[in-house]
């Protein structure tokens, strides 16, 4: 099996030298340039795994560099080498391309981090990329559709997945942000270890750094053990921050540290430990607005926010509908272990008029009540129960539901469960005995747990 190789780009021998040396001792082989012009002779001549370059050089800088590759040898990784504290060049070299960046003076272990992290990168192109058949198999982990905002969704999250660089993924709710950022994990180097989500809206704020940083056993009253956090779960994976606007300002400080050290330190611990993770967030909010009324810090905005990702509404991807409609309806099918029932056309019709202000996920919950409503195996449109109020253009009326319908629809669990009893637990009896089909009474029981 070829060795990896990697080129070493720095005016100072010694730093060459102190590189080739660890590099040597992970079983790569390397070369070294000391100025951008030997390091373009050479990228241009042999094949790299990876580059590490110095930001400044002689006849050039690492930013430069950056730049060519990313036109000519965009499968490989480059990591600059910046100055120590100087995050504006670590910004702006990741917004040129650069798979990461590492300070001055070099921490051989955050070091080894980021090439292992690159060399496992596959070597294959974006236009490659653009190609490769979508698994609707999997919706859990694809954004399906085949719509033109969807298809430069997927090949942006293709390039990004590449790159360490942090993402910042804005959108509506319920437009699938959090199935970007694993599409971006899923993708890339770190697939192998964890994703750990974390909604920053839903951790009280006196235990959020606990959660984020782990906590010593005795640090506070109730810590009756030390406990990792989510830092140190994702370390050497990736790190989502959902609802990264809801972080209180104290607690957007002391992330902002933890992303720039690359450490962390429990609660009640007087040591920092590394971490290797890569940081993605996301929120439905305006970030720069919030920023501007001094409610989200600006460096930690700029931090965070080096490359943005929007991910469309599903108004702006309405020919995907009838797509997402299929999976969802086979998904739910397959949890209720009943047959997928069809759609008509003009509850298809419908469906695609419909505005959405839930998006993806509100279409799943439309489907979701269409399925307990629909007889016959068939959906129709009044059984999708859309308000004309969200719809593009005007859409079939609704039919109204009579009282009884509706009754049962409201039905509680003990009524269910007094009818299965009388029926000895036949579910085909006891759909007759309700007045349901048994496709109404198989949601039922998925709805309220009933085994």
């Known amino acids: 099996m070829n060795r990896k190789k990697v080129l070493v780009v720095d005016d100072e021998p010694d730093i060459c030298e102190l590189l080739e040396i660890t590099l040597g001792r ?6 070294s340039a000391l100025n951008f012009s030997d390091a373009i002779s050479l990228i241009d001549k042999e094949h790299f795994d990876l580059c590490l370059t110095d930001m400044n050089l002689p006849d050039g800088d690492g930013i430069q560099l950056v730049e ?3 036109k000519t040898k965009a499968d490989l990784p480059i990591a600059v080498i910046t100055a120590h504290g100087n995050m504006e060049s670590a910004v702006r070299a990741l917004k040129a391309g650069a798979f990461d960046f590492v300070s001055k003076p070099l921490d051989i272990n955050i070091l080894r981090n980021l090439v292992n992290s690159a060399i496992k990168l596959p070597v294959h192109s974006a236009a490659t990329a653009q ?3 979508v698994n609707t198999t999997q919706p859990a982990s694809q954004l399906l559709g085949e719509s033109p905002p969807i298809e430069a969704l997927k090949q942006k999250i293709h390039k990004l997945s590449r790159s360490q660089a942090p993402v910042f993924i804005y959108g509506e709710s319920g437009s699938g942000k959090e199935l970007a950022a694993r599409m971006i994990h899923n993708e890339g180097p770190r697939k192998s270890a964890r994703f750990v989500p974390i909604n920053c809206g839903a951790i009280p704020a006196e235990l959020m750094e606990s959660e984020f940083f782990g906590h010593k056993k005795g640090s506070f009253t109730g810590a009756t053990h030390d406990k990792e956090g989510l830092f140190q779960l994702a370390h050497g994976g990736t790190l989502f921050l959902d609802e990264v606007a809801e972080l209180p300002l104290h607690m957007q400080v002391k992330l902002l540290r933890a992303i720039q050290e690359k450490a962390v330190r429990a609660v009640g611990d007087t040591q920092e430990v590394s971490v290797d993770v890569r940081i993605l967030s996301a929120s439905h909010k305006n970030l720069a607005e919030l920023v501007e009324k001094a409610q989200f810090r600006q460096d930690l905005f700029y931090r965070i926010n080096v490359i943005e990702l929007k ?4 108004r702006e991807r309405s020919s995907d509908i009838p797509l997402l409609a299929k999976m969802l309806l086979a998904k739910l099918s397959t949890k209720l272990a009943i047959e997928a029932p069809q759609l008509t056309q003009d509850a298809l019709d419908a469906l695609c008029t419909y505005s959405y202000p839930g998006n993806v996920r509100e279409l799943e919950n439309i489907l979701e009540r269409a399925i307990a409503l629909a007889e016959n195996n068939t959906i129709h449109s009044a059984d999708l129960n859309l308000s004309n109020n969200n719809a593009h253009t005007a859409a079939p009326a609704p039919k109204v539901i009579s009282a009884s319908k509706q009754s049962l629809t409201e039905m509680d ?9 009388a029926a000895r637990w036949n579910k085909t009896a006891t759909a007759k005995a309700l007045g349901l089909t048994r496709r109404q009474l198989l949601y039922r029981l998925e709805k309220f747990n009933i085994d």
């Open 26 to 31: 992970m079983g790569l082989d390397s070369n």
């Open 68 to 70: 060519y590759c990313q």
């Open 131 to 133: 190609h490769e058949p």
């Open 311 to 314: 991910t469309p509404s599903l």
């Open 413 to 421: 669990k003990q009524s269910i469960i007094n009818a299965l009893d």
